[in-house]
C-alpha cells in the first residue's frame, strides 16, 4: 500500500470547531442586518470616518522626540510602533487608512534617499523602525499580538479611595473590554444603572472570554537551522511563558474586577433595596399572626380588665354588705336601747312603785325574747310606735301585749 493510500484510508477525526475573529464577527454582523459585502463594508467605512476625525497632514504630524528618533531598529520588540508612525493617541483605535496614511507620511520624511541629499549617506536607522511598524501594524495577527502588550494602551486600575468611581473604573474596565472575544462589550453604566444591568456588566467580566496573547514577547529562536533541539527548547520554554503571562493576566483582571465590584455604590444600595424587601415581605407574610397576636393581647387585657372590675366591684360589695350589717347592727341596738327604756319608764309594768328586781328580770327576759323574733324592719318600726308613746306607761304596755299577741 502506498503512503498517498495509507494516508487517504485514514479515518477522519471529529473536532469541534468554534467561529472567532473579525471575519467571523463582519459575517455575523452582515447575516444580522441582512446586508451584502459591498453594502456592509461602505457602512463601515462611514462609521469609521464618523469614529476619527481626519486632520491635514500638516495638523497631523505628531512629535518626535530624540529619543524615538534614536531608536534601534535591532531592538524593535522593545519600540512603541504607534509612536513611531505618530499614532500614539491612537494606538489600537487607529484603523488601517490612518495606518497607511502615517506610513506614507513617515517614510516621505525619513526615507534614506530624502536623507541622503541632505549629507546623511548612512542614517536610514530610524527609517527601519518605520518599516518595522509598519510590518507589524499592517498585519491583522502581528498587530494583535502586539496590541496585547501595548503598555502605551494600558489603564492602570484606579485606588479605592480614588474620587468619581463611574468615571475612573469605568474608563479602566474599558480597556480591558477591548480584548473581549464577544461583543458589545456592556459598560460600567452610572448611578442610575438597574441592577440587571449592573449584572449583566459584572457577570461579562467574570466570564471574560479574552483574545490576548503574549507571542509578541516570545524570546526569537536560534538562526542555526541545524540545531533543531535547541529550537524546540525555546519554542517549549515560550509555550510555558505564554501560558503563565496568560494565567497572570486572567488573575490580575479578576482582581481589578473584585475590587470594582467592592467599592462599587451600587451594590451597597442594591443589597440595602434587598434587605428592605425582604424585610417589607417577611412584615407584609407576617401580618395575619400579627393580627391574631393583637387580637389575643387585647382579649387578655379585656378579660383581666373585667376581672379586675369584678373583683373590685366584689370588694365593694363585700364592704358595702358588711357596713349595711354593721348599720343594721346599730340600729337594732338603738332599737332594743329605745324598747328596754320604755320598759323603765313604765315601772316594767308594775303597778306599784319601784318594781322588785324578780319583776324587772321577768319582764327583760320576756321581752328579749320578744325582741329576737323580730326582724330588723319589724324591730325598727315597734321601735318607733313605742318611741311615739312618749313614756305613756298604758300605751307601752298595751304596744308590747298587742306584739306579743302578734306573734
Request: glycine content about 4%; overall charge positive; charged content about 40%.
Amino acid at each position: 500500500m502506498s503512503t498517498a493510500t495509507a494516508t487517504l484510508s485514514t479515518p477522519p477525526v471529529s473536532r469541534q470547531l468554534e467561529p472567532v475573529g473579525q471575519y467571523f464577527l463582519a459575517h455575523a454582523r452582515r447575516k444580522r442586518h441582512g446586508r451584502t459585502f459591498s453594502e456592509d463594508e461602505r457602512i463601515q467605512a462611514e462609521q469609521n470616518v464618523k469614529k476619527v476625525e481626519v486632520v491635514e497632514d500638516e495638523e497631523e504630524d505628531e512629535p518626535e522626540s530624540a529619543e524615538l528618533l534614536k531608536s534601534d531598529p535591532k531592538d524593535w520588540k522593545k519600540q512603541d510602533h504607534y509612536a513611531v508612525l505618530g499614532l500614539s493617541k491612537y494606538r489600537y483605535k487607529a484603523n488601517d487608512a490612518q495606518i497607511k496614511k502615517a506610513h506614507r507620511k513617515k517614510v516621505l520624511k525619513h526615507h534614506p534617499d530624502k536623507k541622503a541629499s541632505g549629507g546623511n549617506v548612512n542614517d536610514d536607522a530610524f527609517f527601519k523602525c518605520i518599516q518595522k511598524a509598519m510590518e507589524i501594524l499592517s498585519d491583522p495577527v502581528k498587530r494583535k499580538q502586539y496590541d496585547s502588550v501595548d503598555e502605551g494602551a494600558e489603564v492602570a486600575p484606579p485606588s479605592k479611595k480614588a474620587k468619581d468611581f463611574y468615571k475612573t473604573w469605568g474608563r479602566a474596565l474599558a480597556a480591558e473590554g477591548r480584548f473581549s472575544t464577544k461583543s458589545p462589550v456592556p459598560k460600567l453604566g452610572g448611578p442610575d444603572a438597574t441592577k440587571e444591568e449592573v449584572d449583566e456588566f459584572y457577570n461579562f467580566f467574570y466570564a471574560f472570554d479574552s483574545w490576548r496573547t503574549f507571542e509578541y514577547l516570545d524570546k526569537d529562536l536560534p538562526d542555526d537551522t541545524d540545531n533543531r533541539d535547541q529550537k524546540r527548547y525555546q519554542e517549549k520554554k515560550n509555550r510555558a511563558e505564554r501560558a503563565k503571562r496568560k494565567t497572570e493576566d486572567t488573575a490580575r483582571l479578576r482582581k481589578m474586577v473584585d475590587d470594582a465590584l467592592s467599592i462599587d455604590p451600587r451594590i451597597k444600595q442594591f443589597k440595602e433595596n434587598a434587605k428592605k424587601a425582604k424585610e417589607q415581605a417577611k412584615w407584609d407574610r407576617e401580618a395575619g399572626a400579627r393580627e391574631a397576636a393583637e387580637k389575643a393581647r387585647l382579649e387578655k387585657e379585656n378579660a383581666e380588665k373585667a376581672a379586675a372590675e369584678a373583683a373590685s366591684q366584689e370588694k365593694a360589695n363585700k364592704e358595702s354588705n358588711k357596713k349595711a350589717k354593721e348599720d343594721a347592727k346599730k340600729a337594732a341596738r338603738k332599737d332594743k336601747k329605745t324598747l328596754k327604756a320604755s320598759l323603765k319608764d313604765a315601772n316594767y309594768f308594775h303597778a306599784g312603785s319601784d318594781a322588785p328586781m324578780d319583776v324587772v328580770d321577768k319582764v327583760l327576759t320576756e321581752i328579749e325574747a320578744l325582741m329576737e323574733k323580730l326582724e330588723a324592719v319589724e324591730l325598727h318600726e315597734f321601735a318607733g310606735t313605742i318611741a311615739a308613746a312618749k313614756g305613756d306607761a298604758t300605751k307601752i304596755k298595751e304596744a308590747f301585749v298587742a306584739k306579743g299577741a302578734s306573734l
